[in-house]
């Protein structure tokens, strides 16, 4: 079936805004992860769903980044008053977790997110 | 904290000519997976290889192969026959067996194949 799918592509917003970022999982995928890669940076880790509860929020930046998983399907990572170092591409990925120790990961093309 | 370095910013590639990228890690865990990912202009990062630190035998995918010195804490990724598809960001990565979702990215490479 289809890949993990990001909207908007691209987003451009004025500081102090709040921006909604959704993730599709691939179907039947239970893990979802979202990293953030800023320029000319890898991508950095920023939370970990499995199912609807977050496992694992360690990296996100402050109390301004927040994500839901509420069905345990789509994601939304939601920023607050929104500043120009949270520029970056947000990429979002899932996988199975079939019970063994690796499961591949799979990304989207991610979301550009341009803060003025 | 897990560091992962690529030391090479840029590297330039004549088609089928082969090319090695590299990348050196810290880490005081004993069990963990190494990998290389591509990303393309398109922006979505694909899988090109994995390599688990238990395995003595390095991981090979057609015309990609790694160079695996688990003493050293390197993990070199070839290329060979380079192909202008192959013109992208690639990154290293490093997860641990413990924490089997957590990737751990290096600052990348772009290579770029030339015609």
């Known amino acids: 079936g289809a890949g993990v799918s990001q909207t908007p592509s691209n987003k451009v917003t004025e500081k102090g805004k709040y921006v909604e970022l959704r993730c599709d999982p691939i179907s039947g995928h239970t893990a979802l992860y979202w990293y953030r890669q800023s320029l000319g940076q890898g991508p950095e880790f920023l939370i970990y769903?499995?199912?609807?509860?977050?496992?694992?929020d360690s990296g996100l930046p402050n109390d301004r980044f927040f994500a839901v998983r509420p069905e345990g399907s789509v994601s939304t990572l939601k920023i607050q008053r929104t500043e120009r170092g949270d520029s970056a591409v947000y990429l979002c990925a899932s996988s199975s977790r079939s019970g063994s120790s690796y499961n591949e990961q799979f990304f989207g093309p991610g979301t550009r997110l341009t803060v003025l | 904290a897990q560091t992962v370095t690529q030391s090479q910013p840029e590297m330039s590639v004549q088609e089928a000519e082969t090319v090695t990228l590299s990348c050196t890690y810290d880490t005081s865990e004993s069990n963990y997976y190494l990998f290389w990912y591509k990303q393309p202009p398109s922006r979505q990062m694909i899988l090109v290889i994995r390599?688990?630190?238990?395995?003595?035998q390095n991981a090979t995918e057609n015309r990609f192969s790694v160079n695996f010195q688990k003493a050293a804490k390197s993990f070199s990724l070839k290329i060979s026959d380079s192909q202008l598809g192959d013109t992208a960001m690639y990154f290293c990565a490093f997860m641990k067996y413990s924490n089997d979702y957590k990737l751990s990215f290096g600052a990348g490479t772009t290579v770029t194949v030339r015609a």
């Open positions: 769903f499995q199912g609807t509860g977050a496992a694992d």
């Open positions: 390599q688990e630190a238990y395995k003595q």
